[in-house]
T-cell receptor
């Protein structure tokens, strides 16, 4: 069963506008972590933001915020004030359990294109 | 503080040859993870290693693939008798021990092309 679902294969956004990338997950473990990574055309995986299942507040990192809705099992990434350099693939990932293992389950990704 | 180093960045092998991919974790990191990314897909977990131990290899194909993380030196992902379907990007990530609340750091990946 697919545990991470990203339903938007591709998205467009106008420069300087905000965009939301969707991510839903499925797990029976009460302890889990959710990650977003950016993969530009150069191929490297860039960590953006992390949300723990017990975190009371939504995570934020600069222009990135995570809209964490636990009851709906969604962890959408919000990018504010989009920049041309934000054009990339974005992956949502989950780690079940809170031990030191980084066995991550990745979604299929969303390709974001920022228009000038 | 150097990041996770993978080499080579690009590797071309003919069908039937062996591919060796290397990963040096960040300083102070003793946990290494290998992932494979097929074209237009997300990363898939392959194996989790600590020094001299394979902790979880549930994502490794049963044949031709092996991984090690010796006491000294980098972690190696070895693919024997490569086939066209092995063409993919292989990523290594590392993490410190006993930290469940932070990210794993990824290397830049090795892009394997089997011709």
């Amino acid at each position: 069963a697919q545990k991470i679902t990203q339903t938007q294969p591709g998205m467009f956004v106008q420069e300087k506008e905000a965009v939301t990338l969707d991510c839903t997950y499925d797990t029976s473990d009460p302890s889990y972590g959710l990650f977003w990574y950016k993969q530009p055309s150069s191929g490297e995986m860039i960590f953006l933001i992390y949300q723990g299942s017990y975190d009371q507040q939504n995570a934020t990192e600069g222009r990135y915020s995570l809209n964490f809705q636990k009851a709906r099992k969604s962890a959408n990434l919000v990018i504010s004030a989009s920049q041309l350099g934000d054009s990339a693939m974005y992956f949502c990932a989950m780690r079940e359990g809170m031990d030191s293992s980084y066995k991550l389950i990745f979604g299929s990704g969303t390709r974001l294109l920022v228009r000038p | 503080n150097a990041g996770v180093m993978q080499n080579p960045r690009h590797l071309v092998r003919r069908r039937g040859q062996e591919a060796r991919l290397r990963c040096s974790p960040m300083k102070g990191h003793s946990h290494v993870y290998w992932y494979r990314q097929l074209p237009e897909e997300g990363l898939k977990f392959m194996v989790y290693l600590q020094k001299e131990n394979i902790i979880d290899e549930s994502g490794m194909p049963k044949e031709r693939f092996s991984a090690e993380f010796p006491k000294e030196g980098p972690s190696i992902l070895r693919i024997q008798q490569v086939v066209r379907g092995d063409s993919a990007a292989y990523f290594c990530a590392s993490s410190p021990p006993n930290r469940g609340d932070t990210e794993a750091f990824f290397g830049q990946g090795t892009r394997l092309t089997v011709v």
